[in-house]
């Protein structure tokens, strides 16, 4: 699911609206032909699906369903801007510091940079790609009010723009 509505949508003959949202019908129709244990897959079972992770990385609502956040799809998905809390934090590898540090927190593969609301989400998700992270304060108040915009999703997630290095210190 997570490669059908954020990274390929089309290897699944699936067409993403400006906002990322397809019919449920139309993913359960590609999904269930892939693997024999999804034949009988159902929309009560990506609900389940939903409610058991802990990311919260997909919305319902009414019959469509979108990813939250996390695409890599060349259709940049839009989002609504919200004005941020002063600070928030972006967990990273030690080997990229001075690269952000010089250049600023950039998407990468991703459409937007992704940030977290508080220092253990940022260390939780920092986790994913060394043991030790290090964790990056982002002077987000400041930069919204210098122009750069930003986006709340679900479980203290935002997303944004890339963010310059002027906005960017060392969490102690």
Known sequence: MSHALRHAPGQYNLTLDAQGWCQIDALLATLRPRRAAWRTLTQNDIEAMMAAGNKQRYEIVGEQIRAIYGHSVAQKIEKTAAQPPDTLYHGTADKVLDAIMREGLRP???????????????I???????????????????????????YREMNGIWL???????YLSLEE
Not at 139 to 144: K, L, N, P, Y
């Open 124 to 150: 939780r998700v920092g986790k994913r790609r060394t043991p030790h992270p290090v964790i990056l304060r982002v002077a987000s108040g400041r930069a919204w009010q210098d122009g750069i915009s930003f």
């Open 108 to 122: 990468m593969k991703r459409q937007y940079v992704h940030l977290s609301a508080d220092t253990a989400t940022a």
């Open 160 to 166: 944004s723009e890339p963010i310059p290095a002027v």
